[in-house]
């Protein structure tokens, strides 16, 4: 089976922001207990010795969950001095208050709408994103590694790999495989909804009243499995990008995570 780009709820525009939140809420969360990206801690903390950037931009922020664990994780291996930046197209509200709840200066929220593929030059480092990569097909993932080279930035981008026994299935298996897998991340959204933090009422509401965030959550998931790219594949479109030799590229998976890793050939900038 190949990889299947259907549509995720997060992505269509009429989905009310409240339950857009909640269910990116509830994927920060598990990012954050299941320390999801430590497996690449490694990964990132080679290219900001290799770079000798200090300053961390992160895109499609979401509600900064996992761009906030991975400073946690980057501080437990000395390099708490480190600048990070979130942003997204449609900034959320949760993230301002994490950052505001945390009140560190080095943590900077962006209440402006930042487009990933259009970043001000204000906004210099290296380049990351997470859990996110797998919202853009394939020619839009070259673009924003294009956009990365044409700036100059090095990059890391960190996702969901793609589950390698899936892309073994016949695709007539996919309808059951679905199914299974929404039925089980309804469970853990219903189970996981009240440790969720900030607390708001809406977001129960939106849970045990009308199950509007649990079903984005378990669907999105399921669908992120399907649109996952697999680390060859990453780095196949990274060297398919205008000015790619100008970079050196790593693409691995560790754990349940995939990353992309970019940077000007040469060394520090």
């Known amino acids: 089976m190949q990889r299947l780009h259907l549509f995720e709820l997060e992505d269509l525009a009429w989905v009310p922001r409240a339950v857009r939140d909640g269910g990116t809420d509830l994927l920060d969360l598990m990012f954050a207990r299941t320390g999801f990206y430590r497996p690449l801690v490694p990964k990132l903390v080679a290219l900001v010795e290799a770079t000798g950037e200090r300053r961390l931009v992160d895109l499609c922020s979401g509600g900064g969950g996992g761009a906030l664990a991975m400073r946690s994780l980057l501080r437990e291996q000395g390099h708490a001095e480190l600048e ?6 449609y900034p959320s509200a949760a993230a301002g208050a994490r950052v505001a709840e945390l009140g560190e200066a080095t943590v900077h929220w962006h209440a402006e709408p930042v487009d990933a593929f259009h970043v001000p030059e204000t906004l210099a480092g290296i380049r990351t994103m997470y859990s996110a990569l797998h919202h853009f097909r394939p020619h839009d993932v070259q673009r924003l590694i294009e956009t990365a080279v044409a700036d100059g930035v090095p990059l890391a981008f960190f996702d969901v790999a793609a589950p390698p026994p899936w892309r073994k299935l016949p695709l007539v298996i996919v309808p059951l495989l679905a199914v299974v897998n929404v039925a089980a991340l ?14 708001r009422w809406s977001r129960l509401l939106l849970t045990y009243v009308v199950p509007a965030i649990p079903l984005l959550f378990a669907w999105d998931g399921m669908v992120s499995a399907l649109r996952a790219y697999t680390p060859e594949e990453l780095l196949a479109l990274a060297h398919a990008g205008r000015g790619s030799e100008r970079y050196t590229w790593e693409a691995s998976r560790a754990g349940r995570g995939a990353c992309l890793i970019g940077r000007p050939t040469g060394g520090a900038q």
């Open 84 to 89: 990070l930046d979130l942003t997204d197209r």
């Open 186 to 199: 309804v469970v853990v959204a219903l189970l996981l909804v009240p440790w969720v933090r900030p607390f």
